[in-house]
């Protein structure tokens, strides 16, 4: 699948905003068309979000072993782009979803106090 620059950099916003707004199983479908459209280092990243947007749409689901399972790939796709890769706040963002994993993680599960909503984008 061959995507042009401005087609895909539109798909990323798109899926930034879909993954803000906590439409992650949205998010997961533009993020996914992109990593496998991509060649090379950015082909990771995309995994990434891939992963992290369906770990958080399992956490929704109260998937919370589906969650978990989906955490330590995320973490360790993105991390390669450590701390800022295109436009993003990684540092900021793994930090966010090791929070809002944490009842998968800990299987707290609703006893466990919400956490903020993990968010790509963030305001300057």
Not at 55 to 77: D, I, M, Y
Not at 92 to 120: N, S, T
Request: proline share 6%; no cysteine.
């Amino acid at each position: 699948m061959s995507v042009d620059a401005d087609e895909s950099e539109a798909t990323f916003a798109a899926g930034l905003q879909l993954f803000d707004a906590g439409q992650y199983l949205a998010a997961h479908e533009l993020f996914e068309e992109l990593w496998e459209a991509s060649e090379g280092g950015d082909a990771d990243f995309f995994k990434g979000l891939v992963q992290a947007a369906i770990a958080l749409h399992h956490l929704a689901a109260g998937n919370l072993e589906g969650a978990a399972k989906l955490h330590g790939g995320q973490r360790r796709f993105l991390a390669p782009f450590l701390p800022h890769h295109r436009g993003i706040d990684l540092v900021r963002f793994l930090g966010e979803m090791q929070r809002a994993l944490a009842p998968a993680l800990d299987r707290a599960g609703a006893a466990a106090p919400p956490a903020p909503r993990p968010r790509l984008v963030f305001p300057a």
